[in-house]
Protein backbone atom coordinates (compact mmCIF):
# COMPACT_ATOMS: atom_id res chain seq x y z
CA UNK A 1 0.00 0.00 0.00
CA UNK A 2 1.15 3.83 -0.32
CA UNK A 3 3.37 4.54 2.29
CA UNK A 4 4.92 7.89 2.78
CA UNK A 5 7.39 9.10 5.56
CA UNK A 6 8.36 12.73 6.31
CA UNK A 7 11.58 13.52 7.93
CA UNK A 8 13.68 16.29 9.06
CA UNK A 9 11.65 18.91 11.24
CA UNK A 10 13.28 20.19 14.00
CA UNK A 11 13.40 23.59 16.09
CA UNK A 12 14.89 25.89 14.05
CA UNK A 13 15.49 29.84 14.46
CA UNK A 14 13.94 32.49 12.51
CA UNK A 15 16.13 32.95 9.49
CA UNK A 16 17.69 29.60 9.57
CA UNK A 17 17.49 26.83 7.02
CA UNK A 18 15.62 22.94 6.91
CA UNK A 19 15.17 20.05 4.31
CA UNK A 20 12.20 17.72 4.59
CA UNK A 21 12.31 14.49 3.37
CA UNK A 22 9.14 12.57 2.07
CA UNK A 23 10.08 8.84 1.19
CA UNK A 24 7.44 7.25 -0.53
CA UNK A 25 6.59 3.25 -1.15
CA UNK A 26 3.91 1.41 -2.09
CA UNK A 27 3.07 2.83 -6.10
CA UNK A 28 5.25 4.26 -9.05
CA UNK A 29 6.98 7.78 -7.67
CA UNK A 30 8.28 8.71 -11.10
CA UNK A 31 4.39 9.07 -12.55
CA UNK A 32 2.99 11.10 -9.63
CA UNK A 33 2.80 14.67 -9.24
CA UNK A 34 3.56 15.13 -5.65
CA UNK A 35 2.65 18.18 -2.97
CA UNK A 36 3.57 19.41 0.81
CA UNK A 37 0.92 20.81 2.90
CA UNK A 38 1.53 22.23 6.33
CA UNK A 39 -0.91 22.83 9.43
CA UNK A 40 0.08 25.57 11.80
CA UNK A 41 -1.22 25.51 15.53
CA UNK A 42 -4.80 26.15 15.44
CA UNK A 43 -4.88 26.52 11.95
CA UNK A 44 -6.41 24.67 8.66
CA UNK A 45 -4.18 22.61 6.39
CA UNK A 46 -2.85 24.67 3.60
CA UNK A 47 -1.33 23.49 0.17
CA UNK A 48 2.68 24.50 0.07
CA UNK A 49 3.98 23.82 -3.00
CA UNK A 50 3.68 21.20 -5.72
CA UNK A 51 6.31 19.34 -8.13
CA UNK A 52 5.12 16.79 -11.42
CA UNK A 53 6.18 13.96 -12.08
CA UNK A 54 9.47 14.59 -13.70
CA UNK A 55 10.29 17.50 -11.85
CA UNK A 56 10.43 20.08 -14.37
CA UNK A 57 7.58 22.15 -13.20
CA UNK A 58 7.03 23.26 -9.45
CA UNK A 59 4.23 25.83 -8.12
CA UNK A 60 4.28 27.63 -4.64
CA UNK A 61 2.38 28.98 -2.33
CA UNK A 62 2.60 32.91 -1.89
CA UNK A 63 3.56 32.66 1.44
CA UNK A 64 6.63 30.97 0.76
CA UNK A 65 7.36 31.52 -2.55
CA UNK A 66 10.88 32.69 -3.36
CA UNK A 67 11.95 30.99 0.28
CA UNK A 68 11.17 27.30 -0.13
CA UNK A 69 11.96 24.62 -3.09
CA UNK A 70 10.27 21.72 -3.96
CA UNK A 71 12.66 18.88 -5.56
CA UNK A 72 12.40 15.15 -5.91
CA UNK A 73 14.89 11.99 -6.51
CA UNK A 74 12.78 10.28 -8.40
CA UNK A 75 15.42 6.98 -8.29
CA UNK A 76 15.28 7.61 -4.21
CA UNK A 77 11.63 7.64 -4.51
CA UNK A 78 11.86 10.77 -2.33
CA UNK A 79 10.91 14.22 -2.50
CA UNK A 80 12.30 17.50 -0.95
CA UNK A 81 11.46 20.66 0.75
CA UNK A 82 14.41 22.80 1.54
CA UNK A 83 12.86 25.91 3.56
CA UNK A 84 15.11 29.09 4.04
CA UNK A 85 14.71 32.48 5.57
CA UNK A 86 12.38 30.16 8.11
CA UNK A 87 9.71 32.78 9.49
CA UNK A 88 8.10 31.89 13.02
CA UNK A 89 5.03 32.14 10.89
CA UNK A 90 6.43 28.64 9.50
CA UNK A 91 5.87 26.55 12.36
CA UNK A 92 3.70 23.59 11.51
CA UNK A 93 3.55 19.86 10.75
CA UNK A 94 4.61 19.50 7.65
CA UNK A 95 2.85 17.05 5.56
CA UNK A 96 3.30 15.28 1.99
CA UNK A 97 0.54 14.04 -0.23
CA UNK A 98 0.60 11.48 -2.36
CA UNK A 99 -2.16 9.69 -4.81
CA UNK A 100 -5.02 8.29 -3.92
CA UNK A 101 -5.91 11.22 -1.37
CA UNK A 102 -2.45 9.55 1.24
CA UNK A 103 -0.25 11.00 3.57
CA UNK A 104 2.10 10.94 5.53
CA UNK A 105 2.40 11.42 9.33
CA UNK A 106 4.05 14.32 9.48
CA UNK A 107 6.76 16.02 10.86
CA UNK A 108 7.49 19.05 12.96
CA UNK A 109 8.52 22.09 12.34
CA UNK A 110 9.13 24.67 15.07
CA UNK A 111 10.71 28.69 13.99
CA UNK A 112 11.53 30.04 17.07
CA UNK A 113 14.40 31.97 19.04
Known amino acids: QVQLVESGGRLVQPGGSLRLSCAASGFTFKYQTMNWYRQGPGKEREWVAE????????YYAESVKGRFAISRDNVKNTMYLQMNSLKPEDTAVYYCKGPEGSWGQGTQVTVSS
Open 51 to 58: ITSSGSQT
